[in-house]
C-alpha cells in the first residue's frame, strides 16, 4: 500500500457516513495493514478489494479482501466488518452470515486451495443504541453480547485452521456524554484498541 492508513486513525470517524463505499475502501485498507501487521509472510501476495470469487452455490460470492499467489490463485480471504452501533440486535445475524459466508467460499470446489478465510471485526465494547431519529437510547454491553453469540466453536468444528476469527476491541471514550447519531459523526476518541 502506497499510504498507510491505521486502523485507529479510521476509527475516529467510524460513525461518519456509515454503509458508505469511501468508509468500506478505508476500513478495507486499514484491515489488510493489520491483518499483513499480524502475519507478515503473507505480504508477498497480490492483494484486490472487492472480489467476485465461485462460490458452492455455482454463482459468484463479492468478498472484502483477496491475497491472491504468485500463479494468480486466491490465496488468503478477509471478510471484514466495523460495527459501532445498534449492534446487539445485529450480532446473530452478523454471526449467522459468518457461518454462512464460510460455507458458501470454501465449500466449492474452485476454492480448494485457499488456504484461509478470515472474519475481522472491530467493535466497541459499549456502544450507542440509536432510535429511528438518532437520538441514542441506551448503551449496549458489547462484549456481554459478543458473550452470548461466540461462533469460534462452530468454525472450528466446521474448519479447523482454515478459518480464523480476528476481534479488535476499543473504548469510545464520549460514549456517555453524546446524546445524538449526528455527534458520534463528528468525531470519536478511542482508547484501548486491543486485539482480543
Not at 438518532?134 to 472450528?156: C, F, L, P, S, Y
Not at 478459518?163 to 473504548?171: K, Q, T
Request: with cysteine; charged share 30%; hydrophobic share 35%.
Amino acid at each position: 500500500m502506497s499510504s498507510e492508513f491505521f486502523l485507529e486513525d479510521f476509527l475516529l470517524t467510524t460513525f461518519k457516513d456509515n454503509r458508505n463505499k469511501k468508509r468500506t475502501d478505508v476500513l478495507h485498507k486499514v484491515v489488510l495493514n493489520e491483518f499483513l501487521n499480524l502475519y507478515p509472510e503473507y505480504s508477498e501476495c497480490v492483494w484486490k478489494y472487492e472480489v467476485d470469487l465461485p462460490d458452492s452455490y455455482g454463482s459468484k460470492f463479492r468478498v472484502d479482501i483477496v491475497g491472491f499467489d504468485k500463479n494468480g490463485g486466491a490465496k488468503i480471504v478477509i471478510c471484514d466488518k466495523s460495527m459501532n452501533g445498534n449492534i446487539s440486535q445485529n450480532l446473530k445475524n452478523y454471526a449467522n452470515c459468518s457461518v454462512g459466508e464460510s460455507i458458501r467460499l470454501l465449500y466449492a470446489e474452485e476454492n480448494q486451495d485457499i488456504e484461509k478465510m478470515i472474519f475481522f471485526t472491530v467493535m466497541p465494547r459499549r456502544a450507542p443504541y440509536f432510535t429511528k431519529n438518532g437520538e441514542k437510547k441506551h448503551i449496549e454491553d458489547v462484549v456481554k453480547a459478543r458473550k452470548n453469540t461466540n461462533i469460534d466453536k462452530v468454525m472450528n468444528q466446521l474448519w479447523g485452521e482454515r478459518v480464523e476469527l480476528i476481534h479488535y476491541s476499543y473504548d469510545i471514550v464520549e460514549v456517555d456524554e453524546y446524546t445524538k447519531k449526528e455527534e458520534f459523526a463528528t468525531g470519536i476518541s478511542i482508547r484501548n484498541l486491543v486485539k482480543e
